[in-house]
C-alpha cells in the first residue's frame, strides 16, 4: 500500500478534476447517469487517467491518444447532427416502432409551431385595428347620409341623374372641402385640403363616366320609325368612345385605360373598365362648384351614361391610415340610377412608431420560420416523392408556404410604390393621386394573410393528434367523407332545383330571388330561419305557400336531418372503436417518465450524499480523526464508486495537499453534504407537491379496483425505497418480494375467476339440455294427440290439457329434487349484490361454494 501511495499524485495535483471542465463531477451535481444507465460524468472520462496511475503507466498515454483531427471530425459530427435535428420532423424521422420518440418528436413541432403561430398572430394584428373601422365609419357617414339641404337627397337616395347633380352639388362638395370653422371663421392656408380638419386630401377629387354608343342594340322594325336611338347595357365593347359636348376640358374626350393607369370595377350591375371621360375637381371649392356647374348645364350625363365614379383618398397621419373612396352611380337601360360605394382603409405606410418597428421585426423572424418551413417541407418531399402530396397535412403546409410567400413579394411591392406615389404627389400636388389599385391589392393581401391565418390554426390539429380524443374530429369526417359525397350530390341536386323554381317564380318581384346567385343564398338563409314569408305569398298567392312549404319539407325536415343522421352515427362508430384501442403511449406520459426520471434522479444525488456522510464516519478505522486516502478510497469503493470520483471529491476538500482530511477539512465537507442535501430535500418537496394531485388520482382508481389498497401503498413505499439504495442497478429483495406477493394475488383471483366461469358454463349447458327435453316431450305429446284419430275436438283438449298439466308437474318436481347451489346465488342480481367484497382475499385458503 505504502508503494502505491508513493506512485499516485498528489491531492493538489488531482484538484484540477475541479475545475470548469469536470463542473458536471462536483457534489453540487452529484455523477449524471446517461441513457445507457451508466454514468455520463465528465469525471469519469478521467477514470482511465487516473486508474493508470495504479498500472504501469502505459494506459495514461492511451487516455491522451486523442488527436487534433479526430477532435475536429467530432466537432463536425456533433453540428451535422445538431443541425440535423433543427428538421426532424415525423415524416423524416423513423418514429413508428418508438412511440416515445414519436411523442418527442411530435411535443418539439408542436412548440416550434407555437411560436410560428404567435409571430404570425403578433404579425397580422398589427397590420390592423378597430381604428380602420371607425375612420370608414366616419368617412362613410360623411359622403353617404350627409345632406346639403333637408330637400336634396343623400346619396344612398339616389334614383335618377337629378339626384346625383343636386348630391355632388351639395353634400358631395359640402365633404370634400372643408375652408371655414364650425364659428363661420376662414380655415388658413395651410389648413385648407383636410376633412374634419383631421383627414388630408390627397390631390384633387375625379369624377369619370363610362357610355355606351346609341347603336348598341336592336330596334325592332315596328317601332323603328319612332325609337331612333337605343342605348344597351354596358358591354366594354359597346363603349362610346367618341367625344361629344365641349372640347374645352377632358371631360368631353374619351381616354383609354392605358392612358389613366385605371382599374376596372365590378359593379352591381356589370364590370366596367377603368376608361371614360374623366374631369379632376380642384383644390377649392369655388372653382370645383364652378366645374360642376360646366358639366350640369352642357348635359355631361346622357342617355348613353352607365356608370359613374367619384375617386379620391385622404390620409389621417394620427392613426397613419388611408382611405380610399369611389362612390359610383350605375344608370341601368331601365332607366333610373342605383348608387353604391367602395371605403378602403389601409395601412399603406408601414413603419413609423416604435410598434411598428417592433412589428418589423416580428416580420423578419415569420420570414426566417418561412425559410425553415420551406426546407422542412423540402426534406420531406425528397423522402417521400410523390405520396408526400397524398397528405392533407402536407397540402396545408403548402398553401400557408405560397401565401406567405406571395405576400411577402406584395409587401416589397406596396413599399415601393408608395413611395413613388408620394414622390410624384408631393411635386404634382394638383394631380389627381390614384391609390385605387394599390388599396384593391393591399385589400387582397390583407385578405390572403387571413386565410393563412385561418390556416395556420387549423393546423394545429396536425400536431396534437398524440392524444386519440384529439382525432375524433378528422376520424369521424375521413370516415364518413363517401357517405357526404353521395349525400352532397342528392343534396344539390333538389337545391339547385329549387333555387331555379324561385328565380322563374319570384325574380321579376322579389328582390332575393332577382338573379339565380341571390336565388342560391335565399334559400340557404331560408334553412337558417331566415326568410320573408309573406314577399313570397304577395308574389305568388298560389305557388308561393307551396314553394316554401315544399322546400322547407324536403331540405330542411329530410335532407338536413338525413346529413345530421350520416354525422352522428360515424362519430358513434368512432368513439367507439376509440373507446375499444388499446392507449399507445401519449403525452401525459411522456411527462410522467420525465417527471420519474427526474425524481430517480434526485433520489440517487440525496443518496450518494448519505454515502458519502456513512464515509466520512466509518472510514476512519484506527479513530485518529483523520480520513486517509486509502481508508476514504477503500470505503467508497464498496459502496460502488469509481477512482476518478473518488479522487476528485477527495481532492477538493484537501486543501494541504497531504492525502489526509484532518477534522478542520472533514467539518468542511459536512456543512457542504448538508447544504446540498437541503437544497435536494426542497426540490424534492416542491416536485411531490405538483405530482400531488396525479398521485391522488391514481390511488383512488386503484382503490376502486383492488381491495388491497394498504398493501400496495405500503409496497410502492418499499419499491420507492428499494430504488434509492444506491446506484446498484440490480433488484433488491424488498421488490422481489413485493413482486412475488402480487403475482400470487394475481394467480389466485384468475383462478378464483375461472372457477366462476367454469361454474356458468356448466350451468348453462344444463339448461340447453333441459330445453332439449322439454321440446321433445312436447312434440311427443303433440304427437299423440294427433294421433288420435276419431276422437272428438272436445276429447282431445281434455288429453292435451292432462298432458300438459302432467309434464309441469313432473318440472316442478325435478326442480324441487335438484340441488341449488349456494354462495353467489342464481340470479345475476344476487350476485352483484356481493360487489367486490364477495371476492376471496389472497391467502384465504378456500374458495366458495359458486366456485366449483
Known amino acids: 500500500m ?5 506512485t499516485r499524485p498528489v491531492s493538489a495535483q488531482s484538484r484540477t478534476a475541479w475545475g470548469e471542465g469536470y463542473g458536471h463531477a462536483r457534489p453540487d451535481s452529484q455523477f449524471d447517469f446517461g441513457p445507457d444507465g451508466i454514468r455520463d460524468d465528465p469525471d469519469l472520462q478521467t477514470t482511465a487517467e487516473n486508474d493508470s496511475v495504479y498500472g504501469d503507466g502505459k494506459e495514461k498515454g492511451k487516455s491522451k491518444a486523442l488527436t487534433s483531427t479526430q477532435q475536429s471530425t467530432s466537432c463536425l459530427a456533433k453540428f451535422g447532427k445538431c443541425l440535423r435535428s433543427l428538421w426532424a420532423t415525423r415524416q423524416t424521422e423513423e418514429t413508428t416502432g418508438d412511440r416515445e420518440l414519436h411523442v418527442k418528436t411530435t411535443l418539439r413541432e408542436l412548440i416550434i409551431y407555437c411560436v410560428f403561430l404567435i409571430i404570425l398572430c403578433v404579425v397580422t394584428f398589427g397590420m390592423t385595428s378597430t381604428t380602420m373601422y371607425y375612420y370608414t365609419k366616419v368617412m362613410s357617414d360623411l359622403f353617404l347620409s350627409a345632406q346639403a339641404n333637408p330637400d336634396d337627397p343623400a346619396f344612398t337616395d339616389i334614383t335618377n341623374v337629378g339626384d346625383f347633380w343636386a348630391f355632388a352639388k351639395g353634400a358631395l362638395l359640402d365633404g370634400l372641402y372643408w375652408e371655414t370653422w364650425y364659428n363661420n371663421q376662414t380655415v388658413s392656408e395651410d389648413q385648407l385640403g383636410y376633412i374634419y380638419y383631421e383627414n388630408k386630401l390627397l390631390g384633387v377629387p375625379r369624377i369619370r363616366q363610362l357610355k355606351v354608343h346609341s347603336n348598341s342594340c336592336v330596334v325592332h322594325d315596328d317601332f323603328k320609325s319612332v325609337i331612333r336611338e337605343c342605348f344597351d347595357s354596358y358591354l366594354e365593347s359597346l363603349e362610346d368612345k367618341g367625344s361629344f359636348g365641349l372640347s374645352n376640358s377632358t371631360a368631353w374626350k374619351y381616354q383609354s385605360q392605358d392612358q389613366l393607369d385605371g382599374s376596372s370595377h365590378w359593379g352591381l350591375l356589370a364590370t366596367y373598365s377603368g376608361a371614360g371621360f374623366v374631369q379632376d375637381l380642384t383644390r377649392n371649392k369655388s372653382e370645383s362648384a364652378a366645374i360642376i356647374d360646366d358639366l350640369f348645364n352642357n348635359l355631361w350625363i346622357t342617355r348613353g351614361t352607365r356608370a359613374l365614379f367619384i375617386d379620391f383618398t385622404v390620409y389621417n397621419a394620427n392613426i397613419n391610415l388611408f382611405c380610399v373612396v369611389r362612390l359610383v352611380v350605375e344608370f341601368p337601360a331601365t332607366g333610373g340610377a342605383i348608387s353604391s360605394s367602395v371605403f378602403r382603409t389601409v395601412k399603406l405606410i408601414r413603419y413609423v412608431s416604435v410598434t411598428d418597428y417592433f412589428i418589423m421585426a416580428c416580420e423578419v423572424i415569420f420570414v426566417l420560420f418561412i425559410v425553415y ?34 405576400c411577402f413579394a406584395f409587401h416589397i411591392y406596396r413599399t415601393l410604390e408608395v413611395n413613388n406615389k408620394l414622390q410624384g404627389l408631393l411635386k404634382q400636388p394638383d394631380k389627381y393621386a390614384d391609390f385605387e389599385r394599390l388599396s384593391y391589392w393591399q385589400t387582397q393581401f390583407d385578405n390572403a394573410i387571413a386565410i393563412a391565418v385561418f390556416f395556420a390554426w387549423i393546423k394545429i390539429f396536425k400536431y396534437i393528434s398524440f392524444n386519440k380524443t384529439m382525432t375524433q374530429l378528422s376520424s369521424t369526417l375521413g370516415r364518413c367523407a363517401k357517405d357526404l359525397a353521395g349525400f352532397a350530390v342528392m343534396f344539390f341536386i333538389i337545391f339547385l332545383a329549387f333555387t331555379q323554381l324561385g328565380y322563374l317564380l319570384f325574380g321579376t318581384q322579389v328582390k332575393d330571388f332577382s338573379n ?23 308574389a305568388n298567392r298560389v305557388l308561393g305557400p307551396i314553394f ?73 478505522i484506527n479513530n485518529d480523526k483523520q480520513v486517509d ?45 448538508n447544504d446540498q442535501k437541503s437544497a435536494l430535500n ?10 400531488q394531485p396525479e398521485t391522488t388520482h391514481r390511488s383512488t382508481s386503484r382503490v376502486s379496483f383492488n381491495e388491497d389498497s394498504g398493501e400496495d401503498s405500503d409496497d410502492d413505499e418499499s419499491r420507492t425505497k428499494s430504488s434509492r439504495s444506491g446506484p446498484a442497478q440490480s433488484v433488491s429483495y424488498e421488490e422481489f418480494t413485493v413482486l412475488s406477493r402480487r403475482v400470487d394475488r394475481m394467480e389466485h383471483s384468475i383462478g378464483s375467476i375461472v372457477s366462476k366461469i367454469d361454474a356458468v ?9 333441459a330445453k332439449l327435453k322439454r321440446r321433445e316431450t312436447m312434440g311427443k305429446i303433440l304427437d299423440s294427440i294427433t294421433e288420435s284419430d276419431g276422437t272428438s275436438d272436445e276429447a282431445k283438449r281434455e288429453q292435451m290439457e292432462k298432458l300438459v298439466r302432467e309434464e309441469l308437474e313432473r318440472w316442478d318436481s325435478e326442480t324441487s329434487i335438484t340441488p341449488q347451489p349456494s354462495g353467489r346465488g342464481t340470479s345475476p342480481s344476487s350476485s352483484g349484490r356481493g360487489g367486490p367484497r364477495s371476492r376471496s382475499r389472497p391467502g384465504s385458503g378456500g374458495h366458495t361454494s359458486s366456485d366449483v
Do not use: C, P
Not at 339565380?516 to 304577395?538: A, M, Y
Not at 418537496?685 to 405530482?691: F, G, N, T
Open 2 to 6: 505504502s508503494a502505491t501511495r508513493n
Open 373 to 406: 418551413y420551406m426546407i422542412e417541407e423540402g426534406l420531406e418531399i425528397k423522402k417521400h416523392k410523390f405520396s408526400y402530396f397524398k397528405s392533407f397535412w402536407n397540402i396545408l403546409d403548402i398553401l400557408v408556404i405560397l401565401i406567405a410567400i406571395l
Open 516 to 538: 339565380f346567385q341571390n336565388s342560391f343564398f335565399t334559400l340557404f338563409r331560408i334553412i337558417l330561419g331566415d326568410f320573408d314569408f309573406h314577399q313570397l305569398e304577395e
Open 548 to 620: 316554401f312549404m315544399l322546400f322547407v319539407f324536403f331540405v330542411f325536415f329530410v335532407l338536413i336531418n338525413m346529413f345530421l343522421a350520416i354525422i352522428n352515427d360515424t362519430y358513434s362508430e368512432v368513439k367507439g372503436d376509440m373507446a375499444n384501442t388499446k392507449n399507445e403511449f401519449e403525452m401525459a406520459d411522456y411527462f410522467r417518465k420525465g417527471y420519474e426520471k427526474m425524481l430517480e434522479k434526485l433520489n440517487f444525488k440525496r443518496d450518494k450524499i448519505v454515502d458519502i456522510q456513512k464515509a466520512l464516519h466509518s472510514a476512519d
Open 629 to 673: 486516502f486509502d481508508e476514504w478510497r477503500q470505503d467508497l469503493k464498496t459502496r460502488g464508486y469509481a477512482d476518478g470520483e473518488i479522487e476528485a471529491l477527495f481532492a477538493k476538500y484537501d486543501i494541504d495537499g497531504d492525502r489526509i482530511l484532518d477534522e478542520e477539512e472533514q467539518k468542511r465537507m459536512m456543512t457542504d453534504l
Open 682 to 691: 426542497k426540490e424534492y418537496d416542491e416536485l411531490e407537491k405538483v405530482q
Open 761 to 769: 358454463l356448466v350451468k348453462l349447458e344444463a339448461m340447453e339440455k
